[in-house]
């Protein structure tokens, strides 16, 4: 999303590049601060009132309330990137703006089978959400008050001298005006509306390779507010667990400045730019828009489902341990149970047996082959030298001779008892 189209978001924090305060452990007491200039300066009151690890577990766990039997939810909000037909990375057909929401309808069925959660979604591909649009055509002049209070709130810190600017790590590009303020507004009504946690859903791009040619980074990364804003401790709480989920089946982003994965950020309206955010908020750049399983048509509902899936089982670590055992069985993605039926070599494949064999090979352990990254070797159903390789160890450790290099019928048997779910 935000190397390369100039539609996406960030800087509209205009003015000020960003700052650091220089109480670095006390949230709260900058939150006092903040509010004391905010009542001093600004034409509206600020209130922060930023959810806590306690607050959300209370609201996961919370019996059903006797007098009302009104279960406490804990409420996601999901904001697939960009706008109803625009914006956002393009790569041959396929638009950036559209994978974010088939991964948002996929997390949302997840989410809304438990009955823990309520879920909101700001939009689908060809709409806002009725009660977005309506919030955005009443209120417009209400955010953009707010915007500009959040705003001089700082400009008072930095004035006073309270904060320091430090540099951001990643470049992002600004977003028009009308596009940035929507992300306030989506950020305004998540105060005003008890918002949990916020889940912004994007894929990536960047600048430098040619029209249509894939680039050369990988990976997903997830964006999280700087440790100065009220609600990044339990951002970042919840983000881990996603992230390690994540993680186990995909490459972390390569680009430098995202190469740790999780990356605070003081620029995002998204995840709370000028402190605005109540809600643990999060951006997730699930990964680069030319990576190859993206682009292969027969493997990316698959793909996406499985982040869709991976994101709601590092939800439910944080919330509900007992929940993930009993919901993931035997296996932790939905790539899994998978029977494979005819033998494969390099040159004879149907891709979504390979990406199948390339996550049974990374569940046992040869996948990346030693040596090699998931950025260098991703699951990307295409049998090239990565897949021969690990494939190469998965017959040495089962003791499968003869079929060196290929899926041959010993293979095959031996993939299908570990990894159809029969009983074979
Ligand atoms: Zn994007």
């Not at 034409?43 to 766990?61: C, E, M, Q, W």
């Amino acid at each position: 999303m935000r190397h390369y189209l100039g539609t996406l978001f960030a800087v509209v924090i205009l003015i000020i590049p960003w700052f650091a305060f220089t109480y670095p452990n006390e949230a709260r007491s900058i939150l006092i601060l903040i509010q004391n200039a905010g009542s001093q300066f600004a034409a509206v009151i600020l209130s922060h009132n930023p959810k806590t690890i306690t607050d959300l577990r209370s609201n996961y766990s919370a019996p059903a309330d006797n007098q009302t039997t009104v279960q406490k939810k804990v409420r996601i909000l999901l904001v697939p990137g960009h706008e109803p037909g625009y914006g956002g990375a393009e790569f041959a057909d396929i638009k950036e703006r559209n994978l974010a929401t088939e991964l948002a309808r996929d997390l949302r069925e997840y989410i809304q089978n438990n009955n823990h959660y309520q879920v909101f979604t700001t939009r689908d591909d060809t709409a806002w959400s009725p009660e977005f649009a309506a919030y955005f055509k009443n209120n417009w002049d209400s955010i953009k008050e707010w915007q500009k209070a959040s705003h001089d709130e700082l400009s008072h810190l930095i004035a006073v001298g309270s904060v320091t600017p430090p540099a951001s790590k990643v470049f992002h590009n600004n977003a028009p005006q009308d596009v940035a303020l929507r992300l306030y507004g989506i950020t305004k009504w998540s105060n005003e509306n008890n918002i949990d946690i916020a889940i912004h859903i994007h894929f990536n791009d960047h600048p430098g390779h040619k029209h249509n040619i894939s680039g050369t980074h990988s990976g997903f990364a997830i964006y999280v507010p700087a440790k100065q804003y009220g609600n990044s401790v339990t951002t970042k709480a919840v983000a881990g667990t996603i992230f390690k989920r994540l993680a186990k089946y995909n490459p972390v982003s390569d680009l430098s400045g995202e190469s740790g994965g999780i990356v605070d950020d003081p620029e995002l309206i998204a995840v709370g730019a000028n402190n605005t955010a109540d809600a643990a908020s999060m951006l997730i750049e699930y990964g680069y828009i030319y990576e190859p399983q993206i682009l292969d048509p027969k493997i990316r509902s698959l793909f996406i489902k499985d982040l869709a899936f991976q994101t709601y089982l590092g939800l439910q670590d944080f919330f509900d341990q007992q929940n993930v055992v009993s919901m993931s069985g035997s296996f932790d993605t939905l790539v899994m149970p998978h029977e494979w039926g005819h033998p494969m070599t390099e040159k004879n494949v149907q891709t979504a047996d390979v990406f199948a064999l390339q996550t049974a090979l990374l569940i046992d352990g040869v996948y990346p082959p030693a040596q090699k990254s998931k950025n260098d070797c991703p699951r990307s159903g295409s049998f090239g030298p990565c897949t021969k390789k690990a494939l190469g160890e998965f017959q040495k450790k089962y003791n499968i001779n003869g079929e060196n290099g290929v899926v041959g019928e010993k293979t095959i048997e031996e993939l299908n008892r570990r990894y159809s779910g029969k009983i074979i």
